[in-house]
């Protein structure tokens, strides 16, 4: 619990709302992972005590917050067949009414406990705006199986003790983005079915995640058309008066711990859709930060990923390692994961220099390349990594923007802005605020603070 006042305190301080909710317990059930969480009315009756306790006690919790935390009962609840798009829809008949009925009610059932546990609660709980999903958070979008729409059709309104205007229906998105005009077209069915089916039970509708149903490899090599659907789908929500809320990837993999955009073109494109195109963000990419990786190793072969994505050798012959401080002699190699199991290549950083150019070799590797480690060959070492790039065949270079353990290491990113001359990391004994001009008694996090008047990077 500690752990969640300190990411909602973050939230809330730096001006947003936030959303708090019960997310991992439900889902589908994958290897030993197994969701307690299911629509099903057995499943319910069984777990409906624990369900409350557990919101019972985060409702207590955090019963004196403020207006811009809203509470979410559940993630994306699935029957014990874990079916997406519509209940049943795993089952061997693909679709069985008996057991869609019971998840229906189910959801139904989950989503009264949670606005009356709440509700119990007082305090400002006892007008907080809250947040119920629908079967899976099944938006109802697209044509191909009549029972697509049921998510929405059976989802009904909790009685609130609150009266009318404090719930709010949440469904996700992720459509298939080619071709665009069908995408559109499934975007206008799925925003007049929530309407028809939600809104009119007297209750405003959020898309709490979307994105496109491979949003990493759209942004990749379909970003023109990824572009294009961004802008339709915020639109078309936005005029419809459906808030849209995209899920992860703008700020993912290590670059979390900087106040920076992994897809930063994606970020402004969004909020352009929304605002304008007059709309004037900031929109910070590693690019704006000096940044070294400090990498520790703690035992013998332990790797640190430098590339995850394919690669064609038919389009790159090699990589280039650029380090902040010189490694140890023989210390440090490259390796190179080909086509297939066996296919390898190894080769050892240069002596006494902080660049290395590994060439790739196809008589080792094959046609493509899976993965590009950094391999400590001398035990347990910390060494400090600049830059790596991807060199192609026509001699210009790809940078690889993102540094993470495979296995055995651990990976720390120190980092300085480009753009804030008077920074240091030199601490006083001054009071430290935010960015915000709060002040903050306890540095719980890497970032840029005002202390002594001057901005202070604390690492």
């Not at 802008?231 to 900087?258: C, P």
């Not at 072969?301 to 401080?325: F, P």
């Not at 066996?342 to 220099?353: F, V």
Request: with cysteine; hydrophobic share 35%; charged share 20%.
């Amino acid at each position: 619990m500690k752990r969640v006042h300190e990411i909602v305190d973050y939230v809330l301080d730096a001006g947003l709302y936030c959303v708090l909710n019960v997310h991992h317990d439900t889902g589908a059930d994958e290897g030993s992972y197994k969701s307690w969480l299911k629509a099903d009315e057995g499943i319910y009756n069984n777990v409906r005590e624990r369900y409350e306790k557990l919101w019972q006690q985060i409702a207590t919790e955090f019963k004196d917050y403020g207006e811009r935390l809203l509470f979410e009962s559940y993630n994306e609840m699935l029957d014990t067949y874990n079916s997406w798009c519509f209940a049943s829809f795993a089952s061997p008949s693909k679709y069985d009414a008996n057991s869609a009925r019971s998840s229906y009610n189910a959801i139904n059932s989950y989503a009264q406990s949670f606005v009356d546990v709440v509700r119990a609660t007082g305090g400002n709980n006892a007008k907080r705006n809250l947040v119920v999903n629908t079967y899976g958070a099944c938006s109802g979008g697209g044509t191909w199986n009549n029972h697509l729409k049921d998510p929405l059709k059976e989802m009904k309104l909790p009685t609130d003790a609150a009266g009318a205007g404090h719930i709010i229906f949440q469904v996700h998105s992720y459509p298939t983005i080619s071709p665009l005009s069908s995408v559109k077209n499934e975007v206008n069915d799925m925003i007049s079915s929530l309407k028809t089916h939600l809104v009119a039970k007297g209750a405003p509708v959020i898309i709490g995640e979307w994105g496109t149903s491979d949003t990493g490899a759209d942004y990749q090599s379909n970003r023109s058309t990824l572009f294009q659907f961004v802008d339709y789908f915020v639109q078309t929500a936005k005029e419809n008066g459906i808030g849209t809320f995209f899920w992860m990837g703008l700020s993912d993999g290590s670059i979390r711990s900087l106040p920076a955009f992994s897809q930063a073109d994606l970020a402004e494109r969004i909020v352009k859709a929304y605002h304008g195109n007059s709309f004037k963000g900031e929109f910070p990419t590693i690019d704006d930060f000096d940044i070294t990786y400090h990498i520790t190793y703690t035992g013998d072969w332990q790797e640190l990923n430098l590339c995850t994505s394919t690669i064609n050798l038919s389009d790159y012959k090699g990589i280039r390692v650029e380090m902040a401080q010189l490694p140890a002699a023989n210390s440090l190699q490259v390796k190179c994961y080909g086509e297939s199991n066996g296919k390898e290549q190894y080769d050892m950083l240069g002596a006494n220099t902080l660049n290395s150019t590994v060439t790739f070799r196809t008589s080792s590797l094959g046609s493509k390349i899976q993965r590009i480690t950094l391999q400590t060959m001398k035990g347990a070492q910390e060494i400090r990594l600049k830059r790596a790039f991807l060199l192609r065949k026509d001699n210009t270079e790809e940078e690889l923007k993102s540094f993470s353990p495979y296995w055995g290491c651990s990976v720390e990113m120190e980092a300085q802005s480009l753009d804030i001359p008077s920074i240091t990391t030199t601490p006083s004994d001054s009071p430290i605020y935010n960015l915000q001009g709060q002040r903050i008694h306890h540095i719980s996090h890497p970032g840029i603070y005002i202390k002594g008047g001057k901005k202070v990077l604390f690492k």
